[in-house]
């Protein structure tokens, strides 16, 4: 039977390190698949087992020992034990560390080496999501003997093994023979990295590439899904793609003003000239997937006619002039065209200014220089950031801080999700952007291929269960 | 039976007719000239026989060439003919030869291509073919290119490709009127004596009578398409029974009738004269092409040191070899050369200083009439503009009398102040030669520097020109510097003469003084060579 | 091009008239490009559509009696895009043109009227630029201030300056030995002033040829910098942002790729017959050739 | 001749310095940090100012030039800032695509362009001549990605002759790589044909008229043989300076086409080096890009002198 496949990915990771950059690329590549961690992110969201077997966790909620497998082996061959875990860890956590996500680690007080089956994690504090922290990319666990080396020639416990990278090209990874669980079917993975829409549907189309798990597919979704030859999957990510506000900045400060662009807003239309039509609309910062979700779209409904009202309610009759910095995907360039208009329509003149990545990280996200910008948030169950001073949003409400410092020690899950409606309706209410939709997963893979996730709960292409049904 | 028979030959290209009931025929070892002015058919004539004519040509009549009609052989006949039994020679030796192919791979090409000799024998003949026009192998290897030849050089180059086949007959159209005057000659004895070795028929294309009368046996003379007259050389250059004829050989003969007696150096000095030109030790240079980066050769001296005198209402010639540096020198007068050392004082004005108003003062003074009455106009101004130009120094002077000098200076060149409103391109080359005189002159000159001023100009126009540059001479005491390397043209107008070699005077003196009994052995070759149609009558 | 291209004698406008409307490739340039300049015109006063508005509802539709080229991913009316974008192309590739002459024309004559250093400073710069394709100064210039019309046009009218310094040099250098030039020369009149008088009106031809050929030029430039989104950035509607738009969608609406590909070719087609039939009719050389 | 080779090279190397102070000096104004970019938006100021120290960015401008020109030299363009892997490698990999790509579009350009204007030369003034020169003049007027798209949609969509896109490595042989790239190629030689064969046309038409060829008629020459022996290389001398303007064009369109056919070239790289702020992969791919157009167009100068007999002695 088959047993090679091709996928297309957009964006090459810059390196193959997912403990040291936050680029998704790179976990589209190796998680799962070169790199596990304690725990893993199940298809639905869900924590499961991963190098570590099994867990206890003390009355407290302060003390986690992982009981971890036994004959895993790293595939440069050395052997995998718990002080591997232990450097991971504190390596991670390090005053010098280069971890994009190092606030996953924040409450880790320390790591103990029990045995070397058996680690001992000790936080400052109760943290019910730790266990599901154990779970990202940037939380896999490396060896020292290889950690500085991994960015270039990845060396992990995965069931695949790093093969090659051709620059702007591909990279290939094979089999993993000495994998310490089920073997997985395919011999052989290459990702090929296609960054356009225009470049992926001819790719796909002509078979060079069977399989591509975040589509860039944009308006030829309809044809594709009407070839019998290709499944076509829509799944939700973690992105919320919201009309990023200024909070601090005149006249965004002023919630009225706020609120009037939210009533402004037709999410149905931005979804349909987002640059692919899909996408499910949000009233609020969580993904409609999350259990804990809230469907706040009816805050400020679509009304046009009231937004200009509380726009001369705020003292602007005649509407104002704003900018709109778009980065580069199409959901906002294109959609930010379509908002560009809507707010149009009641008066807000919006300047496009379209800005590549890294003047957007510098000008908007570090030196929070904007009025309004549109962004896709897309690490999973980020609410949190609301809560943080420096954000690029400059918001600040002590209520929703309140709301989440509960959240942090509260470890009982149905609590939990109540504390997460109650901060959704928060930031849903003051209106702190324009919420608009959950960005839509769109993979599309020869109708012979199974195995593939359907959403996209972390961003990770899990090929552990992949295989060719012929 | 005549070798080339040509009946009744017409042509018209395009819609236009060129050439009309054309008839002419020569015999093996016979050398036929066609003279006529400029656009007279001539050169189309030639082609035809070659049937090298340009796109949208139509011709009628017969050209009947050793027993081939011309008009009608296929293309592959014409080009087994060509080169091999027809040669041809044009006018332009710079670029009659392919610039990027060697002299030997272009004269040994005709052979092997009608031959089918090996590469060694062709290049052999080839070889065999350069002694016989003067350029022997040991000196001008075949690997040479053609830039690296002289003009006169080239032309021997041209004629060994034409002659290398031993063609019956050979066509020469102008094959001297690009060359210096001592070249010139050498080239005639050549073609001179391969007509006589190979007994070769000769079809000689010319607008020199000087050159036909010593070379050709008969003589066709051309105007507007059609040959106006024909007939043995000698008989009909003397008798000149053809009006047109006459016309043509009055005009090469012409001397333009002066009012004063000539005013020479001597008779001025000795009256204690001030001259109105002193040039004293005169050096110009050019600096030399850079060769790599930094290194720069010692600058190339085009004049080198010469000082002479003009004299108010004095015609002083200047006479040499192109390249000597006549135009050099002219231009250094002028003031659009600084000179390298030596003084230039005109009107008592130091002009080799660079002192800019002594320059802009002299130059009120000063004009220059250049030999292309084609090149010297901006073609988009108006005359009016054009000849007023040199008014730019005195901007004292208001618009309507600008208009009013134009208007006098056009008419003391013969033409009407009418002609002001009209463009260059409105006029023939004649009377945009009287234009440019009459820029000359709006602003009342006291020395006029004429650069070839009738070296482009048919001999009847030519003729024309002289008579007004002397009449303007005596009516408003003008001096003129005459350069031109035209010695018959130099003996009719002017009074001293400068002869110039590499950058210095070689000899000077009284105009008949020099040219009849020269003292220095280059005015001798000079003059020797210079076609001379009385003289080569007087020699037949 | 030789020193003969500059003798075109200004004959009677008449005459000229006759010979231009007998140049096929002239009349049709002419048409084409009038065609082109009064769509751009018009779209000031009239478009079929309002632009601004986004009906996405009414998105990709094809060529219909109501929208006659179709409408675009926003439902946008495509006729009315085109219209509106020629205006881009033609402003972008006009300043740009602009900008390489108002610089390379005087610097081009500057460095034939003095010669020397200045000359090698000239040649030398131009070599520089040269070496750098539109693209990539265009890179470059959009790395540093964003991407934009502006910066396309810089980047253009960059790449522009040595086509026309050149031109302008090499036409100059062949008037300054000519002898009408001496002539004035001989009047007093300084290099500025020769410039002005005689080099300019002779080498306007010259300049004009290659106005219009940089012209076609710069409009492809355009929609390749577009195209690549280093040009027009939206909701500015370009040619070649609206292929930048279409290029995804093709095989579902492939009315959005073909029409603005055809206002390209149609429009630098246009461009281009204008120069070869300008360059004919003022290049009397070439006439008598034919 | 190694006078006038020495000259031009001397030219070369100089105009490709200034070209490096330039490039260098534009990437410097370059807005956005390198190493934040690197560690995402998350990430903390530390690990920012630590990785900035690690890459070298807080020494002198004038310190770095000398360090990156130096390295130039010797061959070592530095460590990519997004991929840490050194440049040259990087460089090395992708020019393996770009230039394969060029110089096919090349070849393409020259086999399709040359005869096609000597010929419409010979038979000018004919219908041959005439359609030829039409349809040259849409391929002038047609933007090379937008015939690309076309291309792709014809070839490989419908027809599924050749590869959509996307480059599968030398590796798998010379045969894959070369289809991948003959639809690029293609895309870009076309357009430039049409402006060479019309240059080659107008080149052999003035030589034509030349004084020369009507020596070499009048040697008995036949038609067929004065284009092929006389007028073509006089011809060549404008059509090689052409040729030497359009490798730049082409250098330009490789970047644009690399990115309608995904091909992982210089082109790609250089728009992804910029997007992540990879300046030292932005600055020395410019560099080869210039100095790849500076030395086509000093063998263009050198050939000149192959061509033409008369600079050789310059
Ligand atoms: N290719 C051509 N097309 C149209 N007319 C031409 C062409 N060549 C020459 N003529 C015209 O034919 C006439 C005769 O030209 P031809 O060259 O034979 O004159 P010529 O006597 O040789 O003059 P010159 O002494 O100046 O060489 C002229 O009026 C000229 O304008
Ligand atoms: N601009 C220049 N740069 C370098 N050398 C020059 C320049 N102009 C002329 N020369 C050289 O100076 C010498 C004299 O040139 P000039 O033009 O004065 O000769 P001429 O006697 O007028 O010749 P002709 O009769 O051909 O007009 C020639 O050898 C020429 O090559
Ligand atoms: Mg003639
Ligand atoms: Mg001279």
């Avoid at chain 1, 996500?101 to 001992?120: C, H, M, N, S, Y």
């Avoid at chain 3, 009696?65 to 192309?89: Q, V």
């Avoid at chain 3, 206002?263 to 087609?269: C, D, E, F, H």
């Amino acid at each position: 039977a088959r047993d090679t496949l091709t996928l297309g990915v957009v964006l090459e990771p810059p390196h193959l390190d997912p403990t040291a950059g936050a680029a998704a690329a790179i976990d589209e590549v190796v998680y799962a698949n070169v790199f596990e961690g304690l725990t893993r992110i199940g298809p639905s969201g869900e924590v499961l087992p991963a190098l570590a077997a099994s867990w206890d966790i003390s009355e407290d909620g302060k003390v986690y020992t992982f009981h971890l497998r036994a004959n895993v082996k790293f595939h440069d061959g050395t052997g995998f034990d718990a002080d591997d875990v232990k450097f991971s860890l504190d390596r991670a956590r390090a005053d010098d560390s280069v971890n994009a996500q190092k606030g996953l680690f924040a409450q880790i007080d320390t790591v103990e080496v029990v045995d070397p089956a058996t680690v001992k994690v000790t936080l400052k504090q109760p943290q019910g999501s730790f266990l599901y922290n154990m779970g990202w990319g940037d939380a896999v666990i490396v060896a020292p003997e290889s950690a500085e080396t991994n960015k270039d020639k990845p060396v992990g416990t995965g069931p695949f093994r790093f093969d090659n990278w051709a620059k702007g090209s591909s990279i290939t990874i094979v089999r993993n023979d000495d994998y310490w669980g089920d073997k997985v079917a395919l011999a052989k993975a290459e990702f090929r990295i296609i960054p356009d829409a225009a470049a992926a549907i001819p790719a796909l189309l002509s078979g060079d590439v069977q399989c591509f798990p975040f589509m860039p597919v944009g308006d030829a979704l309809a044809q594709i899904e009407a070839d019998p030859r290709f499944t076509v999957v829509i799944g939700a990510t973690e992105g919320e793609t919201i009309l990023s506000t200024n909070n601090k900045k005149p006249p965004f400060d002023n919630l009225k003003v706020r609120q009037a662009i939210a009533h402004a807003l037709n999410r149905e239309e931005i979804i349909a000239g987002n640059g692919s039509g899909l996408g499910t609309p949000i009233g609020t910062h969580f993904s409609p997937g999350n259990e804990a979700y809230v469907d706040l779209t009816g805050t400020y409904p679509y009304d046009p006619e009231k937004a200009k009202a509380l726009l001369a309610a705020a003292g602007f009759p005649n509407g104002f002039k704003a900018t709109l910095k778009l980065p580069p995907p199409a959901y906002a360039r294109d959609g930010g065209q379509v908002v560009a208009s809507q707010l149009r329509a009641v008066g807000i003149e919006l300047e496009l200014i379209p800005v590549e990545w890294a003047d957007w990280l510098e000008q908007v996200f570090k030196n929070k220089d904007y009025d309004l910008t549109i962004v896709s948030h897309t690490e999973p169950n980020d609410i949190g950031i609301y809560a943080r001073k420096d954000y690029y949003f400059n918001y600040d409400n002590p209520d929703f801080d309140k709301v989440m410092a509960d959240l942090d020690a509260t470890s009982d899950q149905a609590k939990r999700n109540e504390l997460y409606g109650q901060a959704q309706r928060i930031i849903a209410e003051d209106a702190v952007n324009g919420y608009m939709f959950q960005l839509a997963k769109v993979g599309v893979w020869d109708a012979k291929l199974e195995g593939m996730w359907h959403n996209a709960p972390v961003q990770a292409n899990d090929l552990t269960k992949v295989r060719w049904t012929e | 039976m005549a070798l080339l028979a040509i009946r009744d030959l017409g042509l018209t290209i395009g819609r236009q007719p060129i050439l009309k009931d054309v008839s002419l025929a020569i015999e093996p070892g016979e050398v036929l000239g066609l003279v006529g002015e400029s656009g007279s058919g001539k050169s189309l004539t030639a082609l035809s026989v070659m049937r090298l004519l340009p796109h949208g040509s139509v011709t009628s009549g017969s050209i009947d060439f050793a027993g081939t009609e011309i008009l009608a052989a296929s293309e592959a006949r014409m080009c087994a003919l060509r080169g091999d039994d027809i040669g041809m020679v044009f006018q332009e030796p710079m670029t009659a030869l392919n610039p990027v192919k060697t002299i030997g791979e272009q004269i040994a090409e005709g052979i092997r291509l009608h031959t089918g000799a090996s590469r060694a024998e062709a290049a052999a003949r080839a070889a065999q073919m350069m002694e016989r026009v003067g350029l022997p192998v040991a000196d001008f290897p075949l690997s040479r290119f053609p830039h690296q030849l002289s003009g006169g050089q080239r032309q021997r180059v041209v004629i060994a490709i034409a002659c290398a086949l031993n063609p019956r007959l050979l066509i020469a159209d102008e094959p001297t009127t690009a060359l210096d005057v001592t070249i010139q000659a050498q080239i005639l004895d050549l073609l001179r004596d391969l007509v006589r070795e190979r007994s070769m028929a000769l079809l000689l294309i010319t607008h020199d009578l000087g050159v036909v009368a010593g070379m050709a046996d008969r003589i066709a003379v051309m105007r507007s398409g059609e040959i106006l007259d024909h007939g043995p050389a000698v008989p009909l250059l003397r008798q000149r029974r053809h009006p047109y004829t006459r016309r043509l050989a009055e005009a090469s003969a012409h001397v333009p009738t002066r009012r004063g007696a000539p005013i020479l150096d001597r008779a001025a000095r000795a009256e204690a004269r001030r001259p109105l030109l002193e040039v004293r030790e005169l050096v110009v240079q050019y600096p030399a092409a850079r060769r790599g980066l930094f290194r720069r050769p010692p600058p190339f001296r085009a004049v080198r040191g010469v000082s002479f005198d003009i004299y108010s209402g004095q015609t002083m010639a200047l006479v040499g070899e192109s390249g000597c540096g006549k135009s050099t020198l002219a231009r250094t007068i002028l003031g659009l050369q600084r000179p390298a050392s030596g003084t230039l004082v005109f009107d008592g004005l130091d002009i080799a200083s660079g002192d800019g108003q002594a320059i802009a003062a002299a130059r009120r003074e000063l004009q220059i009439v250049f030999q292309d009455p084609y090149g010297s106009f901006n073609p988009r101004h108006r005359v009016e503009r054009l000849v007023a130009e040199p008014l730019f120094l005195r901007p004292e002077l208001g618009r309507a009398e600008k208009q009013e000098r134009v208007a006098r200076a056009l008419e003391a060149v013969g033409l009407s102040a009418g002609d002001a409103a009209k463009y260059p391109h409105e006029f023939s080359g004649g009377q945009r030669q009287r234009l440019a005189i009459a820029r000359a002159l709006v602003n009342r000159p006291k020395l006029i520097i004429a650069d070839e001023p009738v070296s482009a100009l048919d001999v009847s126009i030519r003729a024309q020109i002289l008579d007004l540059l002397s009449d303007l001479r005596d009516r408003f005491g003008i001096a003129y510097l005459f350069i031109s390397h035209d010695l018959s043209v130099v003996r009719a107008l002017c009074d001293e003469v400068l002869v110039m070699r590499q950058g210095e005077f070689v000899e000077r003196g009284p105009v008949d003084e020099v040219f009849d009994r020269p003292s220095h052995p280059y005015t001798r070759e000079l003059t020797a060579a210079a076609p001379d149609l009385e003289r080569a009558l007087a020699q037949a | 091009m030789s020193d003969l291209a500059f003798a075109a004698p200004p004959t009677g406008a008449a005459t000229f008239l006759r010979r231009a409307l007998r140049n096929r490739s002239f009349v049709t340039g002419l048409a084409i490009t009038a065609l082109v300049a009064l769509v751009a015109l018009v779209s000031f006063f009239w478009t079929p559509y309002d632009i601004t508005h986004l009906p996405v509802a009414e998105r990709m539709k094809p060529p219909s009696a109501s929208n006659l080229f179709g409408t675009d991913h926003f439902g946008r009316d495509i006729f009315s895009m085109i219209m509106i974008g020629s205006r881009n192309s033609i402003a972008v590739a006009l300043i740009a043109v602009g900008i390489g002459m108002g610089i390379g024309v005087p610097l081009g004559c500057a460095a034939a009227a003095r010669g020397g250093w200045l000359d090698e400073a000239v040649m030398r710069f131009n070599d520089i630029v040269f070496a750098f394709p539109a693209l990539l100064s265009a890179i470059m210039i959009t790395a540093i201030f964003g991407p934009g019309a502006v910066n396309a046009i810089i980047a253009i009218g960059i790449f522009n300056i040595p086509v026309f310094a050149r031109v302008a040099r090499a036409g100059a250098l062949a008037l300054w030995p000519r002898e009408f030039i001496m002539a004035a020369r001989v009047a007093g009149k300084g290099a500025a002033r020769i410039t002005v008088e005689h080099i300019l009106p002779n080498i306007v031809s010259l300049l004009l040829v290659q106005g219009t050929i940089q012209f076609a030029l710069g409009i492809l430039a355009e929609a390749g910098l577009s195209y690549v989104g280093l040009g027009a950035q939206p909701p500015m509607p370009s040619w070649g942002r609206m292929l930048f738009d279409a290029q995804t969608r093709m095989m579902v609406a492939p009315h959005l790729a073909l029409f603005p590909g055809f206002a390209i070719v149609i429009t630098v087609l246009g461009l281009n017959l204008l120069g070869d039939g300008l360059r004919d009719l003022l290049d009397p050389r070439l006439n008598r050739e034919r | 001749m190694t006078r006038y080779a020495l000259n031009r090279l001397l030219v070369g190397l100089a105009t490709l310095l200034v070209a490096s102070v330039i490039v260098f000096s534009v990437m410097e104004i370059l807005p956005g940090d390198p190493a934040r970019l690197m560690l995402g938006i998350n990430a903390t100021e530390d690990a920012v100012v630590a990785l900035r120290q690690q890459m070298g960015l807080d020494q002198p401008v004038v310190l770095r030039y000398l360090h990156w020109i130096g390295g130039m030299v010797v061959g070592d363009l530095g460590r990519s800032y997004t991929y840490s892997v050194p440049v040259l490698e990087l460089v090395a990999e992708r020019a393996a695509v770009s230039l394969p790509l060029a110089i096919l579009s090349l070849l393409l350009l020259t086999v399709v362009a040359i005869p096609v204007g000597i010929f419409a030369a010979a038979r000018r003034g004919s219908a041959a001549d005439a359609a030829t020169m039409a349809v040259s003049q849409i391929g002038v007027a047609i933007p090379n990605f937008w015939f690309a798209l076309l291309l792709v949609y014809l070839f490989a969509v419908w027809l599924r002759l050749v590869p959509a896109g996307g480059f599968p490595g030398w590796s798998a042989g010379p045969w894959p790589g070369l289809k991948a790239l003959l639809l690029p190629a293609v895309a870009l030689a076309l357009p430039q044909a049409a402006i060479l064969s019309r240059v080659t046309r107008s080149a052999m038409i003035d030589v034509l008229g030349e004084d020369y060829i009507r020596t070499a008629r009048a040697k008995g020459l036949p038609r067929a043989q004065v284009l092929w022996r006389h007028a073509l290389r006089n011809a060549l001398i404008p059509v090689l300076t052409i040729l030497g303007l359009q490798f730049a064009y082409l250098i330009a369109g490789t970047i644009i086409i690399e990115n309608v056919f995904y091909l992982p070239g210089l082109g790609r790289l250089i728009f992804q080096a910029i997007t992540q702020r990879d300046l030292i992969v932005v600055e020395s791919v410019v560099m080869l890009l210039v100095a790849s157009v500076i030395i086509v167009n000093l063998i263009v100068d050198l050939s000149y002198a192959i061509v033409d007999p008369r600079l050789r002695a310059a």
